[in-house]
C-alpha cells in the first residue's frame, strides 16, 4: 500500500461532489419554495425536466421516512457512516482497485457525505430538486425527486460495478 497521486487524487472527486451538493441544496433553500407549502416548480426544460424543493426524511424513493426518529436516525445516519467508513478503510488499505474503480468509489463515498451532511444539520430531511419526466418508464410518470449526491451514488455505483465486470473479464482472458 502506497499513497501516491493515484490513490489521492480522485479524493477530490469527493470533495468536489460534497461542495457541488452542499453549494446545490442552499442555492435551493435559499430561492425555491418547499412545494409542500404550494412551492412552484421551475421548468428548466419544459415538464421533462424541472426544479423544485422536497425534503426526503427518509431514504432512496423516501423509503423508511415512517419510521420513529430514532429508528430513522440509526438506520439512515449510523449505517451508512459504518458502510462509508468501510469503503473508505478498503480504498485506503488494497492495492486491488483500477483506477475507475478508485474514482467510482470516491464518487460513492462524496455522495454519501453530503446526503449524511443533511441528515445530520437538516431536521426537515435532505433536500431533493431535480425533478425528471421519465413517460411511464417502470409506471411512474415522474421519477423521484433527487439531488447531487444522490446522482454521484447513482452513476459511480453504476460505474464501479460495469468496471468490476469488465476487469474480471479481463482477467480471465488473460
Not at 419510521?67 to 492495492?95: E, I, K, N
Amino acid at each position: 500500500m502506497s499513497f501516491n497521486r493515484e490513490r489521492l487524487l480522485p479524493l477530490l472527486l469527493s470533495l468536489a461532489v460534497i461542495l457541488a451538493d452542499q453549494i446545490t441544496k442552499i442555492a435551493i433553500v435559499a430561492t425555491v419554495e418547499p412545494i409542500y407549502d404550494s412551492g412552484h416548480t421551475i421548468e428548466v426544460i419544459g415538464d421533462f425536466l424541472r426544479i423544485i424543493h422536497a425534503r426526503n426524511p427518509g431514504v432512496a424513493f423516501s423509503i423508511g421516512r415512517d419510521l420513529p426518529d430514532r429508528v430513522r436516525m440509526v438506520a439512515f445516519t449510523l449505517l451508512p457512516l459504518a458502510v462509508l467508513g468501510g469503503l473508505m478503510w478498503y480504498y485506503l488499505r488494497t492495492d486491488e482497485l483500477t483506477r475507475t474503480q478508485r474514482w467510482a468509489i470516491c464518487g460513492i463515498v462524496g455522495g454519501g457525505i453530503g446526503n449524511l451532511i443533511d441528515r445530520v444539520l437538516r431536521p426537515d430531511g435532505v433536500v431533493d430538486f431535480i425533478d425528471v419526466r421519465i413517460y411511464g418508464l417502470f409506471g411512474m410518470q415522474r421519477w423521484p425527486t433527487f439531488n447531487v449526491a444522490d446522482a454521484a451514488v447513482v452513476i459511480c455505483g453504476i460505474l464501479l460495478i460495469v468496471s468490476v465486470f469488465v476487469e474480471e473479464r479481463r482477467r480471465h482472458g488473460e
